[in-house]
């Protein structure tokens, strides 16, 4: 049984647009939620990471939303590019045991 | 510095034959991890190290072997293939005591059993 439950499946948004990534865990000692990207053939690469006691974090396009008491994360994805196109993985850890989402495949239309 | 790499990239193994898939960082990464992706189902965590000589059991450990007698290597045994253990697997490394920091992986192993 997955610990940490991602949606959607997958996702289309057109060049500009925003891509919006959902996932919710209930384990709360859980300690870190980072946000991998992967293009396929190669392996995950780290996007963007957040700490529970902390409610936003933005790295250039890239936006983590965190609510706690939810037990809920997202990612968003502005000004989507088509370089974009990738599968994203939100992830949670305790004692640097990371557990996946199932994944979320984004295709940006040019 | 290579990061992590893994061989081999793509292997077909017959139901019970045996076989080691290999992994070294060269970034002296003391917390080392095998993970496995299966579609629908994200990677799922085998086996992992926190240094030299310490190993422990993931979430499906089963079927799967470790050992770690160096810090820059860390090989997966598979003791009997099973065609449940056609995945992707993938290597991963990070620093252990720095808990912002990213895990780095590997390309990883393309593994089929018939």
């Known amino acids: 049984q997955q610990q940490v439950k991602q949606s959607p499946q997958s996702l289309i948004v057109q060049k500009g647009g925003i891509s919006i990534i959902n996932c919710a865990y209930e384990?709360?000692?859980?300690?870190?939620f980072p946000w991998y990207q992967q293009f396929p053939g190669k392996g995950p690469a780290l996007l963007i990471a957040?700490?529970?006691?902390?409610s936003e974090k933005k790295e250039g396009r890239f936006t983590i939303s965190f609510n706690k008491s939810a037990k809920q994360f997202s990612l968003h994805i502005m000004d989507s590019q088509p370089g974009d196109s990738a599968t994203y993985f939100c992830?949670?850890?305790?004692?640097?045991?990371?557990?996946f989402g199932a994944g979320t495949t984004v295709t940006v239309r040019a | 510095n290579a990061g992590v790499t893994q061989t081999p990239k793509f292997q077909v193994l017959k139901t019970g034959q045996s076989m080691t898939l290999q992994c070294a960082q060269d970034?002296?990464?003391?917390?080392m991890s095998w993970y496995r992706q299966d579609p629908g189902m994200g990677l799922r965590l085998i086996h992992y190290?926190?240094?030299?000589?310490?190993?422990d059991q993931g979430e499906v450990p089963n079927g799967y072997n470790v050992s770690r007698s160096t810090t820059e290597d860390f090989p997966l045994r598979l003791l009997s293939a099973a065609p449940s253990q056609t995945s992707v697997y993938f290597c991963?490394?990070?620093?252990?005591?720095?808990?912002?920091?990213?895990?780095?992986f590997g390309s990883g192993t393309r593994l089929t059993v018939v």
């Open positions: 384990n709360t000692a859980f300690d870190y």
């Open positions: 957040i700490r529970p006691d902390v």
């Open positions: 190290s926190v240094g030299a000589g310490i190993t």
């Open positions: 991963a490394s990070r620093i252990y005591r720095d808990r912002m920091d990213g895990y780095t």
């Open positions: 970034m002296n990464h003391e917390y």
């Open positions: 992830a949670a850890s305790i004692d640097y045991k990371l557990s």
